[in-house]
């Protein structure tokens, strides 16, 4: 038997997912409810797969769901990397770039355990990287 793997959902994406998930099958309007829902939820949010959202929420209604951790850029504002965003390669090292995410073991979106991690090592002395912080848009998570 193979293991059914869970969707990982938003906290929005939860919260719909948990007002309707105890609805009787019993009644067959009850389940259509919570699918006119997600639909509702789809069409008002950009996406760049749409298709796929709605395959997550039917999943989780089905076989439940995982919180999807947010994610955060840390954009620098300093005069030689404005606009530029903070990338940490796969040796470590720390670079201004672009936001592209995951390329090449380069990492652009960083969790706040993460951060918090960062902000111990002594090339974030003098910076706040929870003010540098803004929160990675649902369409641009990465895994």
Same mark, same amino acid.
């Given at each position: ?6 969707? %990982?959902?938003?906290?929005v ?9 105890n609805?009787? =099958? ?13 639909? +509702? ?17 039917? %999943? ?7 919180? %999807?951790?947010? %994610? ?5 504002? =300093? ?26 073991g380069?990492?652009?979106q ?10 111990? +090592? ?22």
């Amino acid at each position: 038997m193979s293991e059914i793997n869970k969707p %990982k959902l938003t906290q929005v994406e939860a919260n719909l997912v948990e007002r309707q998930k105890n609805l009787p =099958f019993f009644d067959l309007d009850e389940p259509l409810n919570y699918f006119t829902h997600v639909v +509702d939820y789809v069409e008002q949010t950009p996406l760049t797969n749409p298709r796929k959202k709605l395959e997550n929420l039917a %999943k989780a209604y089905f076989v439940g769901y995982e919180i %999807k951790e947010k %994610k955060y850029y840390i954009e620098l504002n =300093f005069n030689y990397c404005n606009g530029s965003y903070l990338n940490v390669n796969q040796f470590g090292v720390w670079v201004c770039g672009e936001k592209r995410g995951v390329f090449d073991g380069t990492k652009t979106q960083f969790t706040q355990d993460e951060i918090d991690e960062m902000q111990k +090592d002594p090339r974030a002395k003098g910076l706040d990287l929870n003010e540098l912080k803004t929160e990675v848009p649902e369409d641009e998570l990465e895994g």
